[in-house]
């Protein structure tokens, strides 16, 4: 490596220490501490805004093999409050690769433990459930205990605003529009997603000549997102998480879409009140925390999840068609069917947990996914739902609400 690696610390809030070498910048932050599954994305995850106010902690051992590029990031900037890995690779083999994670994470202040036996932390989480911990170059338990103490804890506090824009753009692509990934994903939306039975929203025309316009209320949205509203015709404009109904209904919108986010949903009264004002406007859809959204903006309840979803490899079955589909995930609360109001219906279940996977509307235009249809990483077998939503805009399109 370039420089020297000095001792850093993991410790959690039950005094479980963890010493590894410092990876990334050399500072001391607080987080919750999480673990995903997924075997690759590693660079999707540290970019992905639904991480922001957490330490996430990799299972994979060998993290940075293949380095890390511009093109794989979900947003501006990297998002994770910490990361911790088995082992980072300081030699990384791929044509597209810039740099070590170990720079790229320095680069962008963020600090790292590598060195860490990880499957000793996932386990640890998985029986005692998610806590917040402390990434700290000092050993000292007492320090670190009293730090934990004095910060507020993840869900005592909005994350959204952190990672929300704060202004109102069109969304016209980025370099990703000129890769092989979105060349790929362009063509997988003429198909119908990945071709279960959904017809495509798509043609050979070109982008210019088939727009549906979408706005997309940024709790945290990924950059894979408005790629695939983009990928099949799509005008996209991005509007902040404090956007008014008012606001948004003032682009003319053709559908809104409520964008994943990190944090409680229970924090989110504006935006609930915002969802409350769009209902029986505009078609909606909503993913992950825009899911969770929406079920309360109907009355609905939420609650915390043991130890959360946070992987590449979730089944979920599809109430409508049957099938079952392996799903890229990333959250910490779900929606309790327990007092569903009428109106809705549980569309999605996690086959792991029977946990609600998705709701639809029973009278109106609006559906939900609480995992990732644009994956990145993970699975493309939900891309259909894109789909199926600008499907549901058109045969809405002359419909009187």
Known sequence: M???????????????????????????????VVF??????????????????QILVPTYPMIGNYGTSEADVESTRVQVTGFVVREDCDAPSHPLSEGTVHDYLSQNGIPGVSGIDTRAVTRKLRSSGVMMGIITPSGSVSHALQALAEAPRYGEFDVVRDVSTNNIYAWEG??????????????????GGMGRGVKATVDERGIEDNLIKIVVNDYGVKLN???????????????????????????????VML??????????????????GLVG???????????QVIARSFGADTFKLH?????????????????????????????????????????????????????????????????????????HDSEYLFDRFLKMIQIRATTKY
């Open 259 to 276: 964008s994943p986010g990190p944090g409680d949903p229970e924090l989110l009264d504006r935006s609930v009140e915002t969802a409350r």
């Open 36 to 53: 995903n599954t997924s075997m690759t994305g590693y660079q999707e995850m540290l970019t992905d805004p639904s991480y922001g106010g």
């Open 307 to 379: 130890f959360g979803h946070r992987g590449a490899n979730q089944p979920v079955k599809d109430l409508e068609s049957g099938r079952v589909y392996v799903t890229a995930q990333n959250h910490g609360y779900a929606v309790d069917p327990d007092g569903l109001p009428a109106a809705l219906e549980i569309s999605h279940v996690n086959l792991n947990d029977n946990t609600v996977e998705g709701l639809r509307h029973r009278d109106l235009p609006i559906m939900t996914i609480q995992y990732h249809s644009e994956a990145s990483p993970g699975p």
């Open 281 to 291: 406007k505009i078609p909606i859809m909503g993913i992950c925390l825009g899911h």
């Open 225 to 255: 997102i408005l790629r695939s509203l983009r990928a099949r015709g799509c005008e996209v404009v991005v509007v902040p998480d404090d956007a008014s109904a008012e606001e948004i209904l003032k682009q003319k919108p053709d559908g």
């Open 174 to 191: 980025d370099a990703g529009e000129r890769s092989r990934a979105y060349r790929d994903l362009r063509a997988r939306a003429r198909q």
């Open 2 to 32: 370039s420089d020297v690696r000095s001792d850093t610390y993991l410790i959690l809030e039950d005094g479980s220490v963890f010493q590894g070498q410092r990876l990334g910048a050399q500072k001391e932050v607080i987080g919750e």
